[in-house]
């Protein structure tokens, strides 16, 4: 039997004469605008700001394995204590909503205890199976017949062990889409899915070369973003982006093969380079072969079409209208199910 203080987030579990006490962990997506919120998180980024009107507030991003929240501290009172980014804090207070995002109004925070949280409970994770993702990586990397291609295929994905581990667990981004563990991976497998069907029905483009874009295209992010928990930006990332760390590794990896085509490792470089479409979006060159063209529409296609889904997914079903996202520039409404 079991007894519960909702509020607390505490549960306490009897087992015949002996009580044993637990934690209930409170995940974000579940919360619902309008609840009470209450759990231990880990503080992903804190920043002290102003209101117009000169009151200091702290905003916060909050993290657990079920994704990232946005989180306010309006008052400062005696209620709230002492912490800083990447700490796991225990926080209280009423879930609102702001321009279609739920936003944690917090009341009450403190450190939380060792033993009051599992650091497990913070790591975002794919949903998919990692190592069937992984095996049909596989099957494009073997399904490449240029050999000049198959060979940087094969010097990351077949002979590189610590690339594959850190390819199988990196996530695709700080937090806007594929911002979890897995994600990179996932969002790979995609996009290379994507860019099969267009070279299956667009006879001009060069399959083998789209092909290995594709399954390169983000492979910097590696080293832009760190691992798990902070899943934050690298001085490297920060100074050169994941666009010119992956292209200068292709560049790299061409280099040491001998009688690599200087025509064809400039177009897989190319690929690399221009795959964010346009100079706004990030990309210092814009796509000018059939295949650059193919890669950032796959590309776009898949992050903006997961960004939709995350956004959807963390409102819940019973959301319709979720408000105007600047993002997307437009106020996003859930389709109907008739």
């Known amino acids: 039997m079991y007894w519960q203080d909702d509020f607390a987030g505490v549960f306490v579990v009897k087992i015949d004469d002996g009580i044993e006490m637990g934690r209930r962990m409170n995940y974000l997506k579940d919360y619902r605008e309008g609840e009470k919120f209450v759990g231990t998180y880990l503080c992903k980024r804190k920043q002290i700001l102003k209101t117009k009107a000169g009151k200091t507030y702290y905003s916060l991003i909050l ?83 240029n050999p000049y291609l198959k060979k940087i295929l094969d010097m990351y994905f077949v002979e590189d062990k610590e690339f594959i581990a850190a390819f199988k667990k990196h996530s695709a981004a700080k937090s806007i889409h594929h911002g979890f563990m897995g994600g990179l991976l996932e969002h790979t497998l995609s996009v290379t899915d994507m860019c099969q069907y267009f070279a299956d029905h667009y006879p001009l ?39 010119y760390i992956g292209a ?26 221009a795959h964010h479409g346009k100079l706004e979006y990030g990309s210092p060159k814009v796509p000018a072969i059939l295949e650059a063209m193919a890669l950032y529409m796959a590309d776009n296609a898949d992050a903006k079409l997961q960004t939709l889904t995350e956004i959807f997914n963390q409102a819940g079903e019973g959301t319709e209208w979720l408000g105007y996202n600047r993002q997307f520039e437009s106020n996003l409404r859930r389709t109907s199910n008739e």
């Open 63 to 145: 993290q657990d394995k079920t994704g990232l929240a946005d989180g306010k501290i309006w008052d400062l009172n005696s209620g709230i204590a002492e912490f800083d980014t990447m700490d796991y804090i225990h926080c209280e207070g009423l879930v609102t909503c702001f321009q279609g995002n739920i936003q944690m109004n917090i009341s009450r925070v403190r450190k939380s205890d060792e033993g009051e949280y599992d650091p497990t409970d913070y790591v975002p994770c794919t949903d998919k199976d990692i190592n069937e993702m992984f095996s049909r990586i596989m099957k494009y990397v073997d399904s490449v017949q």
């Open 205 to 243: 483009i060069k399959r083998d070369l789209l092909i290995t874009a594709a399954l390169f295209h983000d492979m910097g992010k590696i080293w832009e973003i760190s691992d798990f928990p902070q899943n934050d930006y690298t001085d490297a990332g920060q100074m050169l982006g994941h666009l």
């Open 248 to 273: 200068r590794a292709m560049e790299d990896a061409a280099d040491k093969i001998p009688e690599f085509p200087p025509r064809l490792r400039n177009e897989l470089v190319h690929c690399i380079l």
